[in-house]
Antibody, heavy 123, light 107 residues
């Protein structure tokens, strides 16, 4: 059974840092593109970034709102995905989800999602 | 960036009704569109991908259509568990973007 479990969320002050983890089970994460998506309270989902699979050298893409502040990485030995968040702003407050993508006709679609972890940026 | 505009933003309907939600893209995205259902406190759940392909395990009362800039999600006969918020997402180009959502409530 495919499972994604996020952790690492919490309360952090503006300007601070936090590292989120996404532990995958039931599949080999290096075979799949993986996304981070966030959702601020009462708002719709917002795509944060993508880590392509090992075959694509784990290259990354980021939303403009986080580029230069957030970094996505992986650890194959732990079958895990990470989101390093630096220089956090109050507008980064959200539930953060990781998602596994599956390929269909040249595009990958997020078909499995974790339960999310809440990040609150506040003084 | 590609903007996705969903209509309506709010929809009130009854069990058994047929409902349609529209998603319009600010530029052509071929068929690289997904639809999600989200219930409070839960992650989005993929319903449709590639505009019209039903995700495994999703009831056949859900269907999607469209290409280019206009897409629709149709629920043929609403069930009580379908009352939720629905989002479209384009995966044609970066940055990946979502529509603003359609909240479907019981009349």
């Amino acid at each position: 059974e495919v499972q994604l479990v996020e952790s690492g969320g919490g309360l952090v002050q503006p300007g601070g840092s936090l590292r989120l983890s996404c532990a995958a089970s039931g599949f080999t994460s290096s075979d799949h593109h993986m996304d981070w998506v966030r959702q601020a309270p009462g708002k719709g989902p917002e795509w944060v970034g993508r880590s392509r699979n090992k075959a694509n050298s784990y290259t990354t893409e980021y939303a403009a709102s986080v580029k230069g502040r957030f970094t996505i990485s992986r650890d194959d030995s732990k079958n895990s995905l990470y989101l390093q968040m630096n220089s956090l702003k109050t507008e980064d407050t959200a539930v953060y989800y990781c998602a596994r993508l599956s390929l269909h006709s040249s595009r990958s679609y997020p078909n499995y999602w974790g339960q999310g972890t809440l990040v609150t940026v506040s003084s | 960036d590609i903007q996705l505009t969903q209509s309506p933003s709010f929809l009130s309907a009854s069990v058994g009704d047929r409902v349609t939600i529209t998603c319009r893209a600010s530029q052509g995205i071929s068929s690289y569109l997904a639809w999600y259902q989200q219930k409070p406190g839960k992650a989005p759940n993929l319903l449709i991908y590639a505009a019209s392909t039903l995700q495994s395990g999703v009831p056949s009362r859900f269907s999607g259509s469209g290409s280019g800039t206009e897409f629709t999600l149709t629920i043929s006969s609403l069930q009580p568990e379908d009352f939720a918020t629905y989002y479209c997402q384009q995966l044609n180009s970066y940055p990946i973007t979502f529509g603003q959502g359609t909240r479907l409530e019981i009349k």
